[in-house]
T-cell receptor, first 113, second 114 residues
Framework: KAGVTQTPRYLIKTRGQQVTLSCSPISGHRSVSWYQQTPGQGLQFLFEYFSETQRNKGNFPGRFSGRQFSNSRSEMNVSTLELGDSALYLC????????????FGPGTRLTVT | AQSVTQPDIHITVSEGASLELRCNYSYGATPYLFWYVQSPGQGLQLLLKYFSGDTLVQGIKGFEAEFKRSQSSFNLRKPSVHWSDAAEYFCAVANPGSARQLTFGSGTQLTVLP
């Protein structure tokens, strides 16, 4: 069974631009969660989607948004990029029964210059 | 609010030696508890989890963890470390009844000496 895939793996953007990251969950998983990982703040929860609905949201500004499609693929968008948005963005999927995130994707490394 | 503390930023052990990584949590009740491992350039992989029941939990790759309610701890152990265990290890908690939103510790970087 294929794991969680994230595209692109690396991205360089300029401050003020916007960016869209994509996550394809493990086949059969309907829940997708996003996390931001930075050296200073560590791993922080962004949001979780299930059946195209956002169920939980972390403490991030409105510039961070996401969505989920009917095939469970998810995208997250960051508008008006700031230097502090440079991070590794990780996606994880789970079945809905336990919600346990057994595997995360390899992440998208976003660098904002 | 729940929180997780991993007091050791970096630990170095020799191959074949035993390992214990510390994790303390702050939560009003017994949360769901997890240990993850992250190798360079990789995402996180779940090593083991505790929901309830037996306080000694066995995981993958020969790891185990013990939940101690009185100490609010969930320490990870391995009797004999292999060079391939070098990675960063994260402890995480979630509200009981839902593992959907994880709160992570700051991580412990493990170096294994030959």
């Amino acid at each position: 069974k294929a794991g969680v895939t994230q595209t692109p793996r690396y991205l360089i953007k300029t401050r003020g631009q916007q960016v869209t990251l994509s996550c394809s969950p493990i086949s059969g998983h309907r829940s997708v969660s996003w996390y931001q990982q930075t050296p200073g703040q560590g791993l922080q929860f962004l949001f979780e989607y299930f059946s195209e609905t956002q169920r939980n949201k972390g403490n991030f500004p409105g510039r961070f948004s996401g969505r989920q499609f009917s095939n469970s693929r998810s995208e997250m968008n960051v508008s008006t990029l700031e230097l502090g948005d440079s991070a590794l963005y990780l996606c994880a999927s789970s079945d809905d029964y336990t919600g346990v995130k057994e595997y995360f994707g390899p992440g998208t490394r976003l660098t904002v210059t | 609010a729940q929180s997780v503390t991993q007091p050791d930023i970096h630990i170095t052990v020799s191959e074949g030696a035993s390992l214990e990584l510390r994790c303390n949590y702050s939560y009003g009740a017994t949360p769901y508890l997890f240990w993850y491992v992250q190798s360079p350039g990789q995402g996180l992989q779940l090593l083991l989890k505790y929901f309830s029941g037996d306080t000694l939990v066995q995981g993958i790759k020969g790891f185990e963890a013990e939940f101690k309610r009185s100490q609010s701890s969930f320490n990870l152990r391995k009797p004999s470390v292999h060079w391939s265990d070098a990675a960063e290890y994260f402890c995480a908690v979630a509200n009981p009844g839902s593992a959907r939103q994880l709160t992570f510790g700051s991580g412990t970087q493990l170096t294994v000496l030959p």
